[in-house]
């Protein structure tokens, strides 16, 4: 009579005990004895115990699991690649290449809790638009928006208990409006197809908002260009206006600039400006609208002022700070400095 039983450390041994020699029938045996038999004197009788198992399945079942266990090792040691930054925190930047959301998750909670050992403050993860299969799981460990672009989202998730202290999203919008101004005292002003001023008649300076690295001054240029086809120098910023809960309840800047034609030949831009036209500067500044509202009125006085020579802005002089080493601009009264 045979008992059997499998060990729990090896799927594929087999322990037999029994009082006398099994052979297989089959010329080929699945099984062949490993250990020599070895008898025990019992008090009932005899018994014979042996260990027999597959070779062939033992020798690739070992090396698998063998593998197997590499790899899970492999894992667990895993953290997501990162970059410290200069607040004591780090940066993640996901490539686009796919990932499974239960890997990432096991990758950002070893990550989070080695980063928490090394005692970082704050960790960002930008993620590509292509994963946002691994946002939810970035949600689930303590992450939250930061902000969003075209082509990526910003996850960001504070470690220390004491007070988060990184910084919100970009708070403000730049905005501009040129005052183009010719030898015959004339203004270059539009009628706008759409949006505030859409269908009211009203003539207004061009305007429009800065690009993402663009200079004040380029994209007053630009935007003059844009709307009336005609080419021009920027001079100075006469004035600004800051006001809040603007443009999806972001702070808005708006940049005032003073600007020299280089041509005359206006050529309205056809999907947005319903008209163009060099109106004379009393006309432009005595229009019923812009006496009506303070911020307009005022912005008119400032440019009749500058225009009659009786005031001073900023101008845009080229610097380069020691800690970037990139061109910016530094907006100053020259005509004080200088003198």
Known sequence: MMACMKFASRSSILCFTTSRTIYLNSKIRPFSTVKQTVEDQGKLNKVRFG???????????????HVSSEKQ??????ILDARNDDHGGVMVEMTDESMDA?????????????????????????????????????VKEGFYYHHAEAKYIMLVHWLPSIANTLPA???????????????????????EKSGT?????????????????????????????EETGIDSKFVEILAFRQSHKSFFDKSDLFFVCMMQPLSFDIKPQEAEIEA????????????????????????????????????????????????????SFLYVNRQDVDS
């Open 102 to 138: 239960g890997l990432f998750a096991s990758l950002l909670r070893a990550s989070l809790s080695q980063w928490r050992q090394q005692g970082k403050k704050g960790v960002w993860i930008k993620m590509p638009i292509e994963l946002v299969n691994l946002v939810e799981p970035a």
């Open 169 to 191: 999203s970009a708070s403000h919008r730049v905005g501009i409006g040129a005052f183009v101004v010719n030898e015959k005292n004339e203004v270059l002003v539009v009628q």
């Open 51 to 65: 260990i027999s198992l597959n070779s062939r399945f033992w020798m690739s079942s070992s090396s698998a699991s």
């Open 197 to 225: 001023f859409g269908g009211t008649g009203v003539w207004k300076f061009p305007t429009g908002v800065v690009d993402e690295g663009e200079d004040i001054c380029d994209a007053a240029v630009r935007e003059v260009k």
């Open 276 to 327: 163009a036209q060099w109106m004379p500067y009393e006309e432009y500044a005595t229009q019923p609208f812009v006496q009506k509202h303070e911020l307009l009125r005022y912005i008119a006085d400032v440019c009749r002022t500058k225009k009659d020579g009786g005031y001073s802005g900023f101008s845009a002089v080229p610097t380069v700070t020691s800690f970037s080493k990139k061109k």
């Open 73 to 78: 090792t492999q894992q667990v040691e895993r």
